[in-house]
């Protein structure tokens, strides 16, 4: 498709399990960001990919959250051992990272619950 | 680090009437952005500014970047029902992309 594409839309689990959500950015765009959305409120970065250059994972809130970018297209963000204040709606988006002052682009989001 | 601060928090309207809303920061920014959040979807940006000064207007929306490059507002002519959602302001800082910071919001409720 045309615009950034996340899944699962919805994922339910259960505190402790592991969760992976994706990300599709759209083609040709080589930044990739990942935040959280709590309900209600702004956005929280997370952390961002620009091409082959090392991430900038200053957001990622605990040592439980990973992200990778394989071959600099789709990215997976990972929560391991999940728990209850994980859940948010998390949004990624991509931006033509080779081109001054692009805007972002984001996907609908993955709505993330800890039961 | 940055901050962008937005004003008002929340507002309810009734439809028909102009709406105002703005976006500060004690930082200057190169890039000025406007994205409008719906229920369960993710931000759509509705207006992007480059340069201070600049006045820009998508239909019923207009924004400008301010000269200062420290603020923008936008400005919501005749609001209609679907204009309900969360407006984000956006400041970007670094030529390509790393420096995106976001405000919180302002959440618009239109009374019919």
């Known amino acids: 498709g045309a615009g950034v594409s996340q899944s699962p839309s919805n994922k339910v689990t259960e505190k402790g399990k592991d969760v992976e959500l994706r990300c599709d950015p759209i083609?040709?765009?080589?930044?990739l960001y990942w935040y959280r959305q709590s309900l209600g409120q702004g956005l929280e970065f997370l952390i961002y990919?620009?091409?082959?250059?090392?991430?900038?994972k200053s957001g990622l809130p605990s040592d439980r959250f990973s992200a990778e970018r394989t071959g600099g297209s789709v990215s997976t963000l990972t929560i391991q051992r999940t728990q209850q204040e994980d859940s948010a709606v998390y949004l990624c988006a991509s931006s033509h990272g080779q081109v001054p002052n692009q805007p972002q682009h984001f996907g609908d989001g993955t709505r993330l619950s800890i039961l | 680090g940055q901050q962008l601060n937005q004003s008002p928090q929340s507002m309810f309207i009734q439809e028909g009437e102009d709406v105002s809303m703005n976006c500060t920061s004690s930082s200057i920014f190169n890039t000025w952005l406007w994205y409008k959040q719906d229920p369960g979807e993710g931000p759509v940006l509705l207006i992007a500014?480059?340069?201070?000064?600049e006045l820009t207007s998508n239909g019923r929306l207009t924004a400008q970047f301010g000269i200062t490059r420290k603020d923008s507002f936008l400005n919501i002519s005749a609001s209609i029902p679907s204009d309900v959602g969360i407006y984000f302001c956006a400041g970007l800082n670094g030529a390509y992309g790393q420096n995106f910071v976001f405000g919180p919001g302002t959440r618009l409720s239109v009374l019919p």
């Open positions: 083609s040709g765009h080589t930044a």
């Open positions: 990919f620009q091409g082959n250059s090392a991430p900038d």
């Open positions: 500014l480059y340069k201070a000064g």
